[in-house]
């Protein structure tokens, strides 16, 4: 049974904030839009499962909204518009339809390029091979080679110290002949 004052969550909410979440609304926004403080909207997110899901999936119909607006700009686009001309002794407005081009952004781009392809657009370099490099990886090579011995060596050491250990403490006991 649940103490203090019932919720005032409805299941209609749910719906609510997935279509808020949709047009870029952040959690902050839409508690205030329900009427509620952060901390008990991020408690509706934990406790109803409906109302966790409408906002995933609201806030990734905008993240995609938002990712093909920034393909679009990086690549480049066109769209159709219309310019209103005013000549001079013309009884009506003159309307001629346009293609707009807008060029692709480099800047957009490049943080597409950067998110999508990490390795060489994020500034992530390929390591480089060098002299330094190739002998440190020789040497490491080289005692992965030799582990099976080291190991071997160790464990007759610790086997030594074992049964000398175990000798004088059953001497120290008097169990020893």
């Given at each position: 049974m649940s103490k203090g004052r019932p919720?005032?969550?409805r299941p209609d909410f749910a719906e609510q904030a997935r279509k808020?979440?949709?047009n870029g609304a952040t959690d902050r926004e839409i508690a205030?839009?329900?009427g509620v403080c952060v901390r008990t909207f991020y408690r509706w997110r934990a406790e109803h499962e409906a109302f966790a899901e409408a906002l995933r999936a609201g806030k990734e119909l905008a993240d995609d909204r938002v990712?093909?607006?920034l393909y679009e700009r990086a690549c480049g686009y066109e769209y159709q518009d219309v310019k209103i001309f005013n000549p001079g002794g013309a009884k009506e407005p003159v309307?001629?339809?346009v293609t707009i081009h807008v060029p692709a952004d480099v800047g957009a781009a490049k943080q597409w390029l950067a998110s999508r392809r990490p390795?060489?657009?994020a500034g992530e370099k390929e390591?480089?091979?060098t002299d330094m490099s190739r002998r440190w990886l020789e040497a490491f090579m080289r005692l992965?080679?030799?582990?099976?011995?080291?190991e071997a060596k160790e464990a007759a050491r610790f086997a030594e110290c074992v049964e000398k250990r175990v000798a004088e403490e059953l001497a120290r006991r008097g169990l020893q002949e």
């Open positions: 919720s005032v969550y808020l979440c949709r205030d839009i329900l990712e093909r607006a309307v001629v339809p390795r060489p657009w390591p480089e091979e992965e080679e030799e582990r099976p011995q080291r």
